[in-house]
């Protein structure tokens, strides 16, 4: 363990993360309540970037009219040639932002501990697909494999396979190195619904996909941590006139420069997607992960399986909460896109109403809640005690404080779980949605690990 702590401790020197003074991508909301509901916010520092993706979507507005915020997210995050995932590492301090697991393996670990719960809890099914949403660098998986591999005896009569959901070809690179120890890119065929193939460092079959269509049926275990976020997302404003869309636009006054503004009438979005009892005045709404969970509920209910979903988000009370991030700062998020990371907070209650209670949901529940229930305290104790070097036992500690803190990540990230309404029946009775919420249910996070 000594060892795994001081390799990690090295990688994060060579990414340049020691000493945790990395941003994080849920931090810089402006503390202060914004005039308007809505805004680009660009300083003059930063005007005046015309990127090949400016370029292109100022080309596209002229063409065709104004774009919806969730067309330019899409666009700056995922476009094949300049899109900001797609050839670029943007985690660590030389990236843009930082995320849990590259932070402290006890993150991971305890993740891993989770799946194992849960794969006892359902009876130990002889297959075991563990599919992996945005799966960044690959340490989250790691981290799980190596739990899989240290608890090799119980699992042994398990077959286990890794199917990771990945659209950008750097990011799936560098998770084939971390989880293969090799560069598999060579056998990258980007136009296969399964676009790379590898082993494990541990033996275990690795597959890489486009999106969660392509991953094979079968009793499945799904993860999704800081992917929802990355997802576009439709901005609306009330009026006088009613529910308007928030469009982009080129700026009249400023060749090359973009700027929000109002959809003059009704979108088929804003007529689709408001719902007749919403109370806020500026509403986000991403249709995207809306398909995702129920293309996860269906394969839940006919496969069985469970869906575990960590994120910064709400529950269908935040308002404006689309942001930017550049060098671990906030950034304006029109200008330079394609550069610079956009993300905007998940609404946890929008995702339980897209199950239509085909499955149970858990949560959405504090990650210092959820990582508490799973004994993080524990594997803390039980780390320090092997470890005498004073820098890797302060390192330990940090990280814990940045995971556990509320006022770091402790409150501001949710566990949000997909299970069969089997999973929590007692006495062979359905549990309706409502009163799964209020059952001292057995399951390890949302409740305490059992299992030990
Ligand atoms: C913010 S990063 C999170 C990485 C990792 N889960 C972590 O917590 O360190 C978002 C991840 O989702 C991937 N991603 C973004 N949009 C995607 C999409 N539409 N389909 C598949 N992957 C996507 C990115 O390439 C990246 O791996």
Redesign the pocket.
Known sequence: MARLLARRAQLAAARGVSGLKRLL?HHALPPAPRRRCFGSGSKAEDRGQVTPLLKHLTFKIKSTGPITVAEYMREA??NPVEGY?MHHDM?GEKGDFI????ISQIFGELIGIWYVSEWIATGKPKTLQLVE?????G??TDDILRVFNQLGSLLSKCDISIHL????PK?SEIQALTLTGENIQSELDIAAPVYMKGISKTGIPIFWYQ?LQDVPQGTSFYLA???FD??PIHKFQRTEQGWREVLIDIDPKVPDQLRFVLAPSATPASEYFIQDQETRDHVEICPDAGIIIQRLTDRIQEDGGAALIADYGHNGNKTDTFRSFRNHKLHDVLIAPGTADLTADVDFSYLRTMTQGRVATLGPIKQQEFLKNMGIDVRLQVLLRNISDTAMREQLLQGYDMLMNPKKMGDRFNFFGLLPHQRLTHSDQKVSLQHSKSLSTPVAGFGELVWK
Do not use: I
């Open positions: 991508r995050l995922t995932y985690l995320t849990s697991p590259e949403l945005g799966p960044g660098r340490t989250l959901v990945e659209v950008s990011l999106q941590h800081e992917f990355a997802l």
